[in-house]
């Protein structure tokens, strides 16, 4: 089992030689801390001067990383996927919106989604970030406990409206919705309100899923009484486990602002937390389902594992294993391979809104130590094999 990843062949039989090119050349480019750095501030000049660079972007780095520029262009990528058995959970990428109008309009983008991602059995889940549906700010008082002024409370009841819609439409249609994890000094409000539509929802089964970053050494304890809730409460829990995404970010306001950071003191605590709470959630799957969205081939294998000797069925439909589209190929592909329930997550939208999303993007890989060595000794194995 533990050479499973290996298998170059299975992992991208979907790229043709000049995509497998492209690809190589790009992770070649991320290894580069310097270059990302250059390039970023290149592409983010390019488009706030509004140069002709979206065909350069769109031909490169957002095919590689991104679905498609709609739902509908997203098709041959996700019909191609599930020939080899892997899902795609479309994820409206478009970042950091203010003001009323685009979060109704993200609402109605997801709902949109939602009816789309119906009739395909190939995309078994939708996804939101809260931020999308509601004021970063907002949360953040409402997770510090301070007194809302009138038009904030209206403010409030919107954003609560808006997760409500899309929650209701999902379980009308009977299609999980993933909710995915943002910055610690927001997500408090963000948690209380999925709590709460878990309970409204997630009666015979997880519809409705919150996200679990497990370089928060607290999200443990907040595991087990969200799960002593379920069992007292009756409501089923969905759960995509991942490490993290915002570690500098909340290392800084944490010193800044003098208070203890809520990220684990070491990748190696981060790690074993991620490792814990997928073994708990394994242990109770008659109230927990769960989405573990990771890179880490070691807690892949771990969780193979445990449904193992646990007698989980690989198909099991309240496990599934998730990865991010253009990477980490080899994990997907052989899981899927192996009857595991798979799921890319594929990035959409417009190519100008999406560079955020496709620059964090950058950084993140340039920053996570070996993930690019390995995609591309994974890739230059491949080329290899097929002697280009």
Same mark, same amino acid.
């Given at each position: 089992?533990?050479?499973?990843?290996?298998?170059?062949?299975?992992?991208?039989?979907?790229?043709?030689?000049?995509?497998?090119?492209?690809?190589?050349?790009?992770?070649?480019?991320?290894?580069?801390?310097?270059?990302?750095?250059?390039?970023?501030?290149?592409?983010?000049?390019?488009?706030?001067?509004?140069?002709?660079?979206?065909?350069?972007?769109?031909?490169?780095?957002?095919?590689?990383?991104?679905?498609?520029?709609?739902?509908?262009?997203?098709?041959?990528?996700?019909?191609?996927?599930?020939?080899?058995?892997?899902?795609?959970?479309?994820?409206?990428?478009?970042?950091?919106?203010?003001?009323?109008?685009?979060?109704?309009?993200?609402?109605?983008?997801?709902?949109?989604?939602?009816?789309?991602?119906?009739?395909?059995?190939?995309?078994?889940?939708?996804?939101?970030?809260?931020?999308?549906?509601?004021?970063? +700010?907002?949360?953040? *008082? @409402? =997770?510090?406990?301070?007194?809302?002024? %009138?038009?904030?409370?209206? /403010?409030?009841? &919107?954003?609560?409206?808006?997760?409500?819609?899309?929650?209701?439409?999902?379980?009308?249609?009977?299609?999980?919705?993933?909710?995915?994890?943002?910055?610690?000094?927001?997500?408090?409000?963000?948690?209380?309100?999925?709590?709460?539509?878990?309970?409204?929802?997630?009666?015979?089964?997880?519809?409705?899923?919150?996200?679990?970053?497990?370089?928060?050494?607290?999200?443990?304890?907040?595991?087990?009484?969200?799960?002593?809730?379920?069992? +007292?409460?009756?409501? *089923? @829990? =969905?759960?995509?486990?991942?490490?993290? %995404?915002?570690?500098?970010? /909340?290392?800084? &306001?944490?010193?800044?602002?003098?208070?203890?950071?809520?990220?684990?003191?070491?990748?190696?605590?981060?790690?074993?937390?991620?490792?814990?709470?997928?073994?708990?959630?394994?242990?109770?799957?008659?109230?927990?389902?769960?989405?573990?969205?990771?890179?880490?081939?070691?807690?892949?294998?771990?969780?193979?594992?445990?449904?193992?000797?646990?007698?989980?069925?690989?198909?099991?439909?309240?496990?599934?294993?998730?990865?991010?589209?253009?990477?980490?190929?080899?994990?997907?592909?052989?899981?899927?391979?192996?009857?595991?329930?798979?799921?890319?997550?594929?990035?959409?939208?417009?190519?100008?809104?999406?560079?955020?999303?496709?620059?964090?993007?950058?950084?993140?890989?340039?920053?996570?130590?070996?993930?690019?060595?390995?995609?591309?000794?994974?890739?230059?194995?491949?080329?290899?094999?097929?002697?280009?």
């Amino acid at each position: 089992m533990d050479r499973l990843f290996e298998d170059t062949s299975t992992a991208f039989a979907l790229k043709t030689d000049s995509e497998l090119e492209r690809a190589y050349f790009l992770f070649k480019m991320i290894a580069n801390e310097p270059l990302v750095r250059i390039g970023t501030a290149m592409t983010n000049f390019a488009i706030k001067a509004h140069l002709p660079v979206e065909g350069l972007i769109r031909a490169t780095v957002f095919d590689h990383f991104c679905g498609g520029v709609s739902e509908e262009d997203c098709l041959p990528v996700v019909d191609k996927m599930y020939e080899k058995g892997v899902c795609s959970v479309l994820d409206y990428s478009v970042e950091g919106q203010e003001g009323d109008d685009p979060f109704d309009s993200a609402l109605e983008t997801i709902l949109k989604i939602l009816d789309f991602v119906k009739e395909k059995d190939a995309i078994p889940f939708a996804v939101f970030k809260p931020t999308g549906f509601g004021r970063f +700010a907002l949360y953040q *008082k @409402i =997770g510090d406990g301070k007194a809302l002024t %009138a038009a904030e409370t209206q /403010e409030w009841q &919107r954003v609560i409206g808006r997760f409500d819609k899309a929650c209701k439409k999902a379980y009308d249609l009977d299609v999980s919705l993933l909710i995915d994890g943002e910055e610690s000094w927001m997500q408090d409000a963000a948690d209380q309100v999925v709590e709460d539509l878990m309970r409204k929802y997630n009666k015979n089964k997880a519809i409705v899923f919150n996200t679990l970053q497990m370089y928060r050494w607290d999200r443990m304890d907040y595991l087990k009484q969200l799960h002593q809730k379920a069992i +007292a409460d009756g409501f *089923k @829990i =969905g759960m995509k486990v991942v490490r993290g %995404a915002y570690m500098e970010k /909340e290392n800084d &306001r944490a010193e800044e602002q003098g208070y203890a950071s809520p990220i684990c003191a070491s990748k190696k605590a981060t790690d074993e937390n991620f490792d814990t709470a997928v073994a708990y959630m394994l242990e109770n799957l008659d109230t927990i389902s769960l989405f573990a969205g990771t890179h880490n081939e070691y807690s892949s294998y771990r969780l193979m594992e445990m449904m193992k000797n646990a007698s989980i069925a690989n198909g099991d439909a309240r496990v599934w294993f998730g990865q991010l589209f253009g990477m980490s190929d080899h994990i997907s592909f052989n899981l899927a391979k192996e009857g595991y329930n798979v799921a890319k997550y594929l990035p959409f939208g417009p190519v100008r809104d999406v560079m955020p999303y496709l620059i964090r993007r950058a950084e993140e890989n340039t920053s996570v130590a070996g993930q690019t060595t390995r995609e591309l000794g994974l890739l230059k194995k491949e080329k290899k094999r097929r002697k280009i």
